[in-house]
């Protein structure tokens, strides 16, 4: 497992790539990916294209980001994420909470 993240070249947005599980092993990683940045500053972007799982608390993980993000409902961005990740995404209504790409 892997997080990463990078600034946006004009530092409105933050990508974070997450590779591999993404479970509670990734928590403080990925808290230390969106917390370096204020609160209601930025909007993210969860690149999922290497992520193999996901499974409850990396779904909480992401609810915590959309609370941390400078939007609602267009704050974060979940982009990427394969059949299986997609699936669950779908099945727990997060097409709600995030724009799903």
């Given at each position: 497992?892997?997080?990463?993240?990078?600034?946006?070249?004009?530092?409105?947005?933050?990508?974070?790539?997450?590779?591999?599980?993404?479970?509670?092993s990734?928590?403080?990683?990925?808290?230390?990916?969106?917390?370096?940045?204020?609160?209601?500053?930025?909007?993210?972007?969860?690149?999922?294209?290497?992520?193999?799982?996901?499974?409850?608390?990396?779904?909480?993980m992401?609810?915590?980001?959309?609370e941390?993000?400078?939007?609602?409902?267009?704050?974060?961005i979940?982009?990427?994420?394969?059949?299986?990740?997609?699936?669950?995404?779908?099945?727990?209504?997060?097409?709600k909470?995030?724009?799903?790409?």
């Amino acid at each position: 497992m892997s997080i990463s993240s990078e600034l946006s070249s004009d530092e409105k947005s933050v990508t974070i790539v997450v590779s591999g599980r993404f479970d509670f092993s990734t928590h403080q990683a990925f808290m230390q990916a969106y917390k370096a940045f204020p609160k209601g500053e930025k909007n993210y972007v969860v690149d999922l294209t290497n992520a193999e799982y996901l499974d409850s608390s990396a779904m909480g993980m992401l609810l915590q980001l959309r609370e941390h993000s400078a939007k609602d409902t267009d704050g974060v961005i979940l982009k990427n994420g394969n059949e299986a990740v997609q699936d669950v995404l779908r099945i727990a209504n997060f097409g709600k909470l995030f724009v799903i790409q």
